[in-house]
């Protein structure tokens, strides 16, 4: 059962994130990029990483999804009018070098995956030693978090604000000048 959910939210997170990157209706890549960013949770809970899966969830889905769903419905219609507009073809001389960028990072990860050697990493077998929940883990979470973790969690909270900001700026009225 546990395999059957893994790869069912991993197909999810794949599927959905090709529909965000596919998809020509703005609206509609970004609940789809809502779906992708709560399959990634599960998947970090797969990952016995429940912490991590919790703050996905508080910082991008409560945080910037939302952001970016207020951005979008308070922009004008003119503005996402014209980014519809724009050439959608998928590959188009303009967007050689991204396609090149991602095929090496593609190349990369299929690399990093072909060389690890996941039935020894010494973190995963320290976990399936102890199990999953522990009460010192949970305890030390706010020790870690404003101690060892504290720069970390200023670079989360600039990321919220950038969002906040980019929001703003994409939802506030242009002054149409005669």
């Known amino acids: 059962m546990n395999q059957f959910l893994f790869y069912v939210m991993g197909i999810?997170?794949?599927?959905?994130?090709?529909?965000?990157?596919?998809?020509?209706?703005?609206?509609?890549?970004?609940?789809?990029f809502f779906v992708t960013l709560f399959a990634l949770a599960g998947l970090y809970v797969f990952?016995?990483?429940?912490?991590?899966?919790?703050?996905?969830?508080?910082?991008?889905?409560?945080?910037?999804?939302?952001?970016?769903l207020f951005a979008f419905m308070l922009s004008n219609k003119e503005t996402l009018?014209?980014?519809?507009?724009?050439?959608?073809?998928f590959?188009?001389?303009?967007?050689l070098p991204a396609l090149l960028i991602a095929a090496m990072f593609l190349v990369v990860l299929i690399n990093a995956i072909m060389k690890a050697d996941v039935d020894n990493i010494p973190w995963i077998q320290h976990s399936l030693h102890f199990g999953i929940v522990r009460s010192d883990n949970i305890g030390n979470i706010g020790?870690?978090?404003?101690?060892?973790?504290?720069?970390p969690f200023e670079v989360v909270s600039i990321v919220l604000m950038l969002a906040?900001?980019?929001?703003?700026?994409?939802?506030?009225?242009?002054?149409?000048k005669l």
């Open 12 to 32: 999810t997170a794949l599927a959905s994130a090709l529909v965000v990157a596919a998809s020509k209706n703005l609206v509609r890549s970004v609940f789809m």
């Open 81 to 89: 009018s014209n980014l519809e507009r724009t050439d959608n073809k």
């Open 47 to 68: 990952a016995l990483a429940d912490f991590v899966a919790v703050t996905q969830i508080v910082i991008y889905v409560g945080g910037v999804l939302v952001l970016m």
């Open 164 to 176: 906040l900001i980019g929001s703003v700026h994409l939802s506030r009225k242009e002054e149409h």
């Open 143 to 151: 020790i870690n978090l404003m101690t060892r973790y504290l720069l």
């Open 91 to 95: 590959i188009s001389l303009t967007k």
